[in-house]
Nanobody, 124 residues
Framework: VQLQASGGGLVQAGGALRLSCAAS?????MGWFRQAPGKEREFVAA????????SYADSVTGRFTISRDNAKNTVYLQMNSLKPEDTAVYYC?????????????????????WGQGTQVTVSS
């Protein structure tokens, strides 16, 4: 599975960005993770493509929305009310393990496929 992420950029605090991640084939769930300079990579949000169940990190709940377009094998991350602490490289990931087809995970070890990162910079 190949993943192509896009949509990063520079935005002022309080602004919005939308990230996209297109997969080369259908998967069971897809997620977004991010890594800020000097920090560990952390979970942001994930969605199960069948049924649309979602999961969010506490730090983005209420500000970020993950959605999917199954016909395009694409997920989106709408990021509103951005804060400087949201600055990071954002990575999309996909899980194609049939044993997890009914779940959505926040653990990066359960995602087998990763896209290239896209930089999001929020200025204060």
């Amino acid at each position: 599975v190949q993943l192509q992420a896009s949509g990063g950029g520079l935005v002022q605090a309080g602004g919005a960005l939308r990230l996209s991640c297109a997969a080369s084939e259908r998967t069971f769930s897809m997620g977004w993770f991010r890594q800020a300079p000097g920090k560990e990579r952390e979970f942001v949000a994930a969605v199960r493509l069948s049924g649309g169940s979602t999961s969010y990190a506490d730090s983005v709940t209420g500000r970020f929305t993950i959605s999917r377009d199954n016909a395009k094998n694409t997920v989106y991350l709408q990021m509103n009310s951005l804060k400087p602490e949201d600055t990071a490289v954002y990575y999309c990931a996909a899980d194609k393990n049939p044993r997890r087809r009914y779940s959505v995970s926040s653990s990066e070890v359960e995602y087998d496929y990763w896209g290239q990162g896209t930089q999001v910079t929020v200025s204060s």
